[in-house]
């Protein structure tokens, strides 16, 4: 990836463009450049900001939902960003969800794509089988429709990442905590604008969850890919850089 990270007090993030800003937020096995493709996309029309989220790093005690938000929460303070529409990926779209669901006024708009929050099957969910390098590789491709997108250098990433206990044991204290904040109950009381945009073939989340998020959340537009998994924004770049314009184009328009 060819944009830089930037560091302001204890946060690493990117920062392209300049107009309306646009946070991404990645999942948990995710990373900067699953956007990369977003932000070649939007960044001469919006400001784009990815914070590297602090998923193998933050405290053990503090790797929950609760301890993102509060990290994501003093990353924006700090940013002084206040009003913004965000795209979550996966655990990134159930943050997203969180602080929305807190901060409503600030958020201009969702668009959340394979969000965890009603139900995820997760590698993350017990723990990683660390030295076996052909179950990660396994697992890894078992998020794309097309295993040929996971690059070997994700999966050796992911990889690395499950060899190291410190970092596997805040794997699964996130994907535990995920699993836990089941957002059923809440999400009616959202009204930003929400698009929702999934994978047909979507392992992790299949299309019942999508399905289900529409029905809960009353402002909400779904779209599908069709053969596309779990990261639509890194396998079917250009479908879903489309539907995300058409809607942020539409949402303008109104307001």
Avoid at 191 to 220: H, M, Q
Avoid at 238 to 253: A, D, G, K, Q, S
Wanted: hydrophobic fraction near 40%; glycine fraction near 4%.
């Amino acid at each position: 990836m060819n944009y830089a990270i930037k560091s302001i007090s204890e946060f690493d993030y990117i920062e392209e463009g300049s107009g309306e800003t646009i946070v991404l937020l990645h999942g948990l096995f995710g990373a900067l450049s699953n956007f990369e493709h977003v932000i070649d996309r939007f960044k001469d029309r919006y400001k784009i900001v990815i914070p590297l989220l602090p998923i193998y790093t933050i405290s053990l005690k503090r790797a929950s939902l609760e301890g993102l938000l509060q990290y994501f929460e003093d990353f924006l303070a700090v940013k002084k960003i206040n009003r913004f529409s965000i795209i979550g990926n996966s655990l990134g779209g159930h943050l997203a969800l969180i602080y929305a669901l807190k901060h409503q006024s600030n958020i201009q708009s969702l668009i959340l794509t394979a969000s965890s929050g009603l139900f995820e099957n997760s590698m993350g969910s017990s723990f990683p089988r660390r030295g076996s390098y052909d179950y990660v590789k396994n697992r890894v491709q078992y998020t794309f429709y097309d295993p040929a997108t996971a690059k070997e250098d994700y999966i050796q990433n992911v990889f690395e990442i499950t060899t190291s206990i410190p970092k596997c044991l805040r794997i699964v204290s996130f994907a535990k905590s995920a699993q836990r904040q089941n957002l059923a109950d809440d999400l009616p009381k959202l009204k930003v604008p929400v698009l929702l945009v999934w994978g047909l073939n979507d392992t992790i989340t299949p299309p019942f969850v999508a399905y289900e998020f529409n029905r809960l959340l009353t402002n909400s537009t779904l779209r599908f890919i069709d053969k596309c998994c779990h990261a639509p924004m890194m396998e079917r770049p250009e479908e879903f850089n489309e539907i995300v314009e058409e809607f942020l184009m539409h949402e303008t328009v109104k307001a």
